[in-house]
């Protein structure tokens, strides 16, 4: 997702260029559709191979915007020239081991274009891009008419625990909020989504785990507002310029992943100045603190009433 104003930014200000994207297989639903995209591959078992078939593409170019080792593997192997950005991890450790942040203040997706500059490839300050297939369109008038006049996409899932909302405090804030709410997230989060379903006072319909990527990014296009953690969803809402609530646990946007150019109307929550945040870059199952105050002392009616501003506002 974060990529994507790179690939629009080749294909449109390029003359002539062909772009070519390798990455995980997971990640090709989200990618299939892009008109900016000529060709996906999809890494396989036995890379070794697979890159020995890459170098009869005949590549000019790599723009690596991932930077690991695999990465540099593919880059010495094809042996043709890279261009890449900096990461900037040392400054994340020191951020999260010594609370003190030297982090530029830029968006990771800036960044990205700035391992496109030898290209001359401009900022076209469109945000990111999600295309939806036309058969992973989801009909919202197939729900129950409670969700035909507009709904909250709730999405409570996140990779790590300490990124996310614990389901007592959804729970409160969608009986706070009193409004329609489709619930989103993996399989993983189906039990949690139940739950949370079986407890709203409003009508809830738990979507986790029943909707592709793209099936879900449908029913976030057409919510009235989304209330997000940290998550790749988050950066599909802001593909398509939401009303974003996104919550924030103990990571934080100064790493550079906020969402890009969502509405302007949008709402980040976070407790800042604790003397513990951010204690990872990524996230942990449980708070290395035992108190989780990053996400517990985020005020549920606060999220509630923002919620229902945005819901309502045009």
């Known amino acids: 997702m974060l990529t994507t104003p790179v690939i629009r930014g080749l294909k449109n200000q390029v003359e002539h260029a062909e772009v070519h994207y390798f990455t995980k297989p997971e990640y090709k639903e989200i990618l299939e559709a892009n008109p900016y995209i000529d060709k996906i591959h999809t890494l396989q078992k036995d890379l070794g191979e697979q890159l020995n ?7 000019d170019y790599i723009i690596d915007l991932h930077k690991n080792i695999r990465t540099k593997r593919v880059i010495s192997r094809l042996g043709i020239i890279d261009f890449t950005f900096d990461k900037l991890n040392w400054k994340k450790w020191y951020y999260v081991n010594f609370k003190v942040n030297k982090l530029p203040d830029k968006h990771i997706v800036d960044r990205y274009l700035e391992a496109v500059d030898v290209f001359d490839v401009q900022n076209d300050n469109q945000g990111l891009d999600f295309f939806i297939p036309s058969h992973s369109e989801v009909n919202i008038s197939d729900f129950p008419p409670e ?7 709730f999405v409570i899932g996140a990779k790590h625990n300490t990124k996310k909302l614990p389901v007592s405090k959804i729970i409160s804030i969608t009986n706070k909020m009193q409004l329609p709410v489709i619930l989103l997230g993996g399989p993983e989060d189906y039990e949690n989504g139940e739950n949370i379903a079986a407890k709203c006072e409003a009508p809830a319909f738990n979507a986790c785990g029943k909707y592709s990527i793209n099936q879900s990014a449908s029913l976030v296009r057409q919510s009235n507002v989304v209330i997000t953690h940290d998550t ?4 599909i809402a802001a593909a398509f310029h939401k ?9 934080v946007p100064e790493f550079g992943m906020y969402p890009y150019m969502p509405n302007p109307a949008s709402k980040i929550f976070e407790i800042r100045d604790l003397s513990c945040r951010p204690c990872s870059k990524l996230g942990y199952r449980k708070c290395p603190k035992k ?3 990053c996400i517990l002392d985020i005020e549920d009616a606060e999220v509630a009433s923002k919620a229902a501003d945005l819901f309502y506002r045009q």
């Open 243 to 251: 009303k974003i609530i996104s919550i924030w646990g103990n990571t």
């Open 147 to 153: 969700f035909l006049e507009g709904y909250v996409a």
């Open 291 to 293: 108190h989780f105050r």
């Open 232 to 235: 790749g969803l988050m950066h």
């Open 53 to 59: 078939q890459l170098k009869y593409e005949f590549y």
